[in-house]
Each structure stands twice: as C-alpha cells, then as structure tokens.
C-alpha cells in the first residue's frame, strides 16, 4: 500500500492533468534560470523535475514551451513552489509549482493542450 505524501492535500491540484515532456526554466528573482524538465501540467500548475531543492512557498517565474497541431506556444507565467521531493525515480527533486496568475488567453492555450 503507498502512503500518501502529503496528509491534507492542500498542495495537490484538483485540476485533471497532462503529461508533459519539455525543458522548463524557472527563473528567479534575482533572474538566474534553474533547468528543469516538466512532468505534468493542469489549468492550476506544473510538475518538474529538476536537479536542486527548491523551497516550498518560493516565489518564481516559470518559461516552457506547449505545442499544439505543430505549432509552439511560449508560456511563462508566475509561480510558488508547492513542495519538492527527493526522488531517486527520477533523479532528482520532483517539484509541484502551481501557477500565481494566469491570463485568459493563456488559459486558453493550456486548455487546448490538455484536450489535445
């Protein structure tokens, strides 16, 4: 039986996900750019992959690309560190960021991602 990692679920996203297979960049505030690669994203926020331990509640920018029908969409929209995981699965830190701020339009697009 796994044992859930989080006992509230305040952190988890209630939005349905989608796989997604892109270099992401989190980006800073003081504007250094961490490398990371995505896992899944919803409507509310994103799941990478990266090599270092981001801290819960940390305010940042992440910059991905979505591609629809061949054609790519840049997205880069504010974020908060959720949680970070250590996960020797993966290599690295499992890290859920859900997104502060999103516009219409790029609800949009995520939308039309996740129906694609």
Do not use: H, W
């Not at 250094?32 to 801290?55: F, K, W, Y």
Request: with cysteine; charged share 20%.
């Amino acid at each position: 039986m796994q044992r859930p990692i989080f006992n509230d679920g305040s952190e988890r996203r209630g939005a349905p996900r989608k796989v997604l297979r892109s270099a992401v960049g989190v980006r800073l505030a003081d504007g250094q750019v961490i490398p990371a690669r995505g896992v899944d994203i919803s409507l509310s926020g994103i799941g990478i992959t990266c090599e270092r331990n981001l801290p819960a509640r940390l305010a940042c920018r992440v910059e991905f690309p979505l591609v629809i029908d061949g054609m790519a969409y840049n997205v880069e929209l504010p974020a908060t560190v959720a949680y970070t995981v250590l996960s020797q699965k993966q290599g690295g830190f499992m890290v859920g960021v859900k997104f502060s701020s999103v516009p219409p339009e790029v609800s949009k697009v995520i939308a039309r991602f996740m129906l694609a």
